[in-house]
């Protein structure tokens, strides 16, 4: 398994459930993917049979279902060596490959002006306890989910500026509307930061209108910034994983164009799917199943857990 997010997880677990040995390699030194790192805070409504769930707590619920040994942190993968079996980084030997690397390791897009030393420090692309900013001026640059998210879980917190350069958000329009009738969030649209300098201990960023000319400075005791990750998944295309619009192409086991080689969650794509935690879990459990087949054709398919 390629990817300790919440999809790489289940598909661990799932496995498991089938006798499958698994071992789950990470890039980062902790598992949960977007959930953890992004929005640990955030209630998620639309995981089946929970009404709400904290990403956190997802991530708990998870792990729960593994042991140490399934899970190997700090890794990241890049080679893969086909002449013997499939042999990753020169390491792992194994039968069959789950890519579940979601958008690719977590590279944020980096806030486009030039910050050193402890104007840097206050320039966050992750956070996981939202009372760090509590009482403080804080800017939230970027226009989709993320930024949002964030504005919403720090509203009550703290006083907060979201900016970005267009009137439109990429993120739900429903968050949009909620936090523009809270009227909690000041929004600064169309604006894009163009100057920064740390004095008196704040950030002064001067934000430049978009198609206008007006140029405002804003001071904040600390900024976040969601512009985004850099997707990485091209290294499988090295070892013949084709890839369509930046996304793993699957067939409908979830299987790629390599045989054996499998991905699930937000790393594949195929016309019509989203990208939300649910599907991902039903695409890991089509290609569980995929490899069960493949690895014990002579076995009739175990499909429900009560038979396994
Ligand atoms: C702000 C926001 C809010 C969201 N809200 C919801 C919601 O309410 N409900 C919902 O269902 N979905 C939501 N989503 C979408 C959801 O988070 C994703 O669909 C989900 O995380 C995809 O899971 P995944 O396991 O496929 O990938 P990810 O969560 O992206 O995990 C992939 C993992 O693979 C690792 N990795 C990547 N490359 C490598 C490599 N080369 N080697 C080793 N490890 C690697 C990464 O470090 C990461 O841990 C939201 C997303 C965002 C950004």
């Known amino acids: 398994m390629i990817g300790a997010g919440p999809v790489g ?25 977007q959930p953890e790192m992004l929005y640990p805070f955030k209630k998620i409504l ?17 792990l729960a279902g593994l042991t140490d040994q399934d899970l190997v942190t700090g890794h990241k993968v890049s080679k893969l060596t086909q002449d013997d079996g499939l042999v990753i980084d020169d390491e792992y030997q194994v039968r069959s490959i789950i890519i579940a690397t979601g958008n690719g390791a977590f590279k944020a897009k980096k806030f486009p002006l030039k910050a050193d030393g402890a104007a840097e420090d206050r320039i966050h692309y ?9 009482g403080q001026k804080i800017g939230i640059f970027g226009g989709g989910d993320t930024a949002l998210d964030w504005s919403q879980e720090l509203a009550d917190l703290a006083q907060v500026t979201l900016v970005h350069r267009r009137d439109q958000f990429r993120g739900m329009e429903s968050s949009v509307d909620k936090l523009k009738a809270s009227g909690k969030v000041t929004f600064r649209t169309p604006y894009l ?16 209108q978009v198609g206008g000319d007006e140029v405002r400075e804003e001071s904040f005791d600390q900024i976040l910034v969601a512009y985004g990750f850099r997707a990485d998944n ?9 890839l369509k619009q930046g996304l793993i ?21 195929y016309p019509g799917r989203v990208p939300i935690i649910g599907i991902g879990f039903g695409e890991a459990q089509i290609a569980v199943n995929a490899i069960m087949q493949d690895l014990f054709p002579e076995k009739s398919l175990t499909i429900h857990s009560t038979s396994i």
């Open 9 to 33: 997880l289940f598909a661990a677990y799932f496995a498991r459930l089938h006798g499958l040995k698994t071992v789950i390699l990470e890039s980062l030194n902790e598992p949960g993917g």
């Open 46 to 62: 639309d995981i089946p049979v929970f009404q709400e769930i904290t990403a956190a707590d997802l991530t708990k619920r998870l």
């Open 126 to 134: 992750f956070f996981k306890n939202p009372q760090q900013f509590a």
């Open 193 to 208: 930061p163009k100057s920064l300098q740390l004095a008196g201990g704040q950030l002064k960023i001067g934000l430049k």
């Open 234 to 242: 091209r290294f499988v295309s090295k070892w013949g994983v084709e």
């Open 249 to 269: 192409d699957v067939d409908r086991a979830m299987q790629t164009s390599v045989a054996g080689i499998y991905a699930v969650g937000d790393a594949c794509g």
